[in-house]
């Protein structure tokens, strides 16, 4: 297929899986606001900018104890990562980019991903903060995370399995990877204490309660919910599951690529990365390490898929 | 609905009625539907086929300073109806009227008969800024140089009259078949009653039409659609037709050219290209040969032209033929190389070049239409009863500067068509522009993007201009 279009495919899906992780986050935060202390939902903000790897707008989040300053601070973070225009990472943003990725791979998509995508724009677009917070902001968000599943399952039910869908998928995958790596990371950098409630935040951030306890059953212990996270293939959205399956789209692409050198090493580069998880997480003494180590491996990844099959050098015309 | 405050005028044909007030026989139907149906009914029918071009977002986009505009071109719901008798005297006049733009097109980039036997001056052809000497005897396949032609036609009380030849990159294809679409879904019993001619095959005919001009010897020919890009207006127009045809769409940095030949990246490395549909305008295809500050196109493809080893649709410099000077001459063409009469008319024109005519215009400024040879999408022209005298005199001093730069034709009373404006049905001017497909064969489907000025009184229809669009009914015998 045109490399463009394969490129943009690929973006689409990960802007897209981009705006789903931070309606997952951010409807965790809502949550929090009912009922959970300041503590907690000061650590959930830092969890979330940590791993979106941007400061807040208005700098550095200093806890505070104070139930007022609490509620504004979260104010100002939720329109900052929901509908800030010029805030890239907001949710809005990503789901503009996502759109407009799919504006113009149009002819490359199934026209009812088109038509699920297109609703949901126009139901999101002209919203800001003050339409979601009074109410409910949870609602909001279950709807947004509603939505983006069902156009995951609409593209699923009518795309044709040909490239386009495996550049799809693999930007799902690659930009799952790398999301639930900095996650990951930045909850183990940050935690202070460890009465179990961040880690039970954690585990629901992920949409991952369900089978945690289906495994464990509802001892929650740290390890053991690190471990589904990374390191359980059978947990969809784990970082071992999103390897496993950057590495399917790619065996299925092939190394037929306008750069065949950098195909070979993509295939390559994500089954080391799934390996790592697969062989040296059970014994790894220093998992954070190995954590960034598997998110670097992702973000390389990506820059191979870059230059083997979108913008690659252009050699001798081979038909 | 209540039609009897529906306004009619002598001395404008109406689609609808007939002369004495009564419906025409064809549209008969339609006018029992409309007056069965309540102002709500047709309300929330017109709801539904706008909110319907909103959801599938059939819209142009404007870009600015703030975030992209998406815009929808207003459609009515209510249709406008043709006979099959009436289609047929349209086909056979564009079918008639293509072959000689063909010819003539063939012919200045060649020996320039035409204007040797002196039907045509040489300062109409050589001095028109569409000409492009770089197309100087190249041979394109089956002699099409105009693949896809938009004709604008309008309907007086005398008939149909071709206002405008569309021939460089004509638009707007996709608002006929997104029109139809809408239309049909929402008035189904209607439009199956109605017994309508089908238009949906357009996008096999224009694939057909694209193919049949590959060039020799390549037995399974890469067919493309380039297009300037997301941030052109017709944008979602290229991405259609890119589907409807079942091309890649391409932007000029998709595209190279090696040893003559032109090359599309692909996931897989380069693919070899066989015929370019493209929508972008002759200027900007190669910075090579055009203009240099070009970034839309691709470095030397015309030299891929001239070698025959691409096919560019429609081919480079057809601009010769629809400027609005030369299109005074195309009656003249048809004879010229046709041997037969026109089966269409034109709207008689003023040159202004001639002394003449310009003398004419300029004392009968209120009573024309006077355009711009180079402008099109409506803009810079004088309808001549709308203007003030300030606006006259201004104008007045632009044509008298540069005469040959302006044509003047009378006010035409176009026919007007119902449309439903707020809870009411009201008369709007519209004109029609069909696509003819010109390959190995013609082939036209029956059917058209019908145009609406939407304003009271306005006889301006174009989308960028406060116009709408229609769906348009050929019905079958």
């Given amino acids: 297929m045109l490399a463009r279009s394969a490129q943009g495919l690929y973006w689409m899906s990960r802007h897209l899986e981009r705006a789903e992780y931070l309606a997952r986050m951010l409807g965790l935060q809502g949550r929090t606001l009912i009922d959970r202390p300041p503590g907690e939902i000061h650590f959930g903000w830092r969890r979330l900018y940590g791993s979106l790897r941007r400061r807040p707008p208005a700098g550095d989040i200093d806890p505070d104890p104070d139930d007022d300053y609490t509620l504004a601070d979260s104010y100002t973070l939720a329109g900052d990562l929901t509908f800030e225009r010029s805030n890239p990472d907001s949710l809005r943003s990503c789901f503009a980019a996502g759109r407009e990725n799919a504006r113009q791979v149009r002819h490359c998509i199934s026209r009812e991903m088109w038509t699920s995508l297109n609703l949901a724009w126009l139901r999101l677009k002209d919203l800001d903060i003050q339409d979601i917070w009074t109410p409910e902001p949870e609602s909001f968000y279950g709807e947004m995370i509603r939505t983006l599943n069902a156009i995951d399952g609409v593209a699923s039910a009518t795309m044709y399995r040909g490239a386009g869908w495996q550049f799809l998928r693999l930007g799902t995958f690659i930009e799952r990877s790398q999301l639930m790596a900095a996650l990951a990371a930045t909850h183990l950098r940050i935690l202070e204490t460890d009465d179990g409630s961040e880690w039970t935040s954690l585990l629901k951030a992920c949409q991952a309660l369900d089978s945690y306890e289906s495994v464990h059953g509802i001892d929650r212990r740290p390890d053991r919910i690190l471990g589904l996270l990374i390191a359980d293939t059978l947990h969809p959205g784990s970082l071992a599951d999103s390897l496993t399956s950057a590495e399917s789209c790619l065996a299925a692409i092939g190394a037929q690529a306008g750069s065949p050198d950098d195909a070979a090493a993509a295939i390559r580069l994500a089954g080391r990365l799934r390996a790592r998880i697969a062989f040296d997480w059970p014994d790894s003494r220093d998992q954070l390490s190995l954590i960034d180590g598997v998110g670097q491996g992702s973000r390389d990844l990506h820059d191979l898929v870059n230059s083997a099959w979108f913008e690659y050098p252009i050699g001798t015309p081979s038909a | ?477």
């Fill in chain 2, 1 to 477: 609905m209540n039609l009897d405050a529906y306004e009619l005028d002598d001395a404008i044909y109406d689609e609808m009625y007939g002369a004495d007030g009564a419906p025409r026989g064809h549209c008969r139907t339609l006018h029992d539907a409309l007056a069965e149906l309540s102002g709500d009914d047709l309300e929330r029918i017109q709801q539904r086929v706008t909110r319907s071009f909103a959801e599938e977002s059939i819209s142009f986009t404007v870009y600015g300073d703030e975030e992209p505009q998406e815009r929808i071109i207003p459609v009515d719901c209510i249709p406008r109806i043709i006979t099959g008798a009436q289609w047929r005297q349209i086909e056979a006049g564009l079918t008639q009227r293509l072959a000689a733009l063909n010819r003539f097109i063939a012919d200045v980039y060649a020996g320039a008969r035409i204007v040797a036997d002196g039907v045509i001056p040489a300062e109409m052809v050589r001095g028109c800024p569409h000409y492009r000497i770089e197309m100087r005897g190249v041979a394109v396949p089956h002699g099409t140089w105009v693949a896809v032609c938009g004709t604008d036609i309008v309907r007086t009380v005398d008939g149909f009259r071709v206002l405008e030849d569309n021939l460089r990159v004509p638009s707007g294809v996709s608002y006929m078949l997104a029109n139809r679409g809408a239309v049909r879904n929402n008035l189904w019993r209607l439009y199956r009653r109605c017994r309508v001619r089908d238009i949906g095959n357009y996008g096999h005919l224009l694939r057909d039409t694209l193919l049949s001009l590959a060039p020799a010897g390549r037995d399974d020919p890469c067919l493309v659609l380039l297009t300037p890009g997301i941030f052109n207006s017709a944008f979602y127009e290229h991405m259609f037709l890119a589907r409807e045809i079942g091309a890649y769409l391409v932007e000029g940095r998709d595209l190279l050219v090696d040893g003559g030949r032109v090359y599309m990246r692909t996931t897989r490395g380069l693919r070899q290209v066989d015929v370019i549909y493209r929508r972008i305008d002759d200027d900007f295809l190669d910075p090579l040969a055009f203009r240099p500050d070009s970034l839309l196109g691709v470095p030397g493809l015309m030299n891929a032209v001239r070698n025959g080893n691409v096919t560019l649709a429609n081919a480079p410099g057809t601009g010769v033929a629809d400027d609005k000077g030369v299109y005074a001459y195309v009656p003249d063409m048809i004879r010229y190389y046709l041997g037969e009469e026109p089966l269409l008319d034109n709207v008689e024109t003023l040159l202004c070049r001639r002394p003449e005519d310009l003398e004419y215009t300029l004392d009968n400024l209120a009573d024309l239409v006077v355009k711009r040879v180079g402008e099109s999408g409506g803009y810079g022209m004088l309808v001549g009863p709308h203007a003030s005298a300030r606006e006259r005199d201004d104008y007045a001093a632009q044509v008298r500067a540069d005469p040959a730069g302006f044509i003047a034709q009378p006010v035409l009373a176009l026919s007007r068509a119902p449309c439903l404006v707020g809870d009411r049905i009201e008369p709007r001017h519209v004109d029609l522009r069909p696509f003819v497909l010109h390959g190995r064969e013609t082939r036209i489907v029956p059917g058209a993007f019908c145009r609406v000025a939407l304003v009271r009184g306005s006889l301006v229809v174009n989308s960028s201009q406060g116009g709408g669009g229609k769906d348009l009914w050929v019905l079958e015998d």
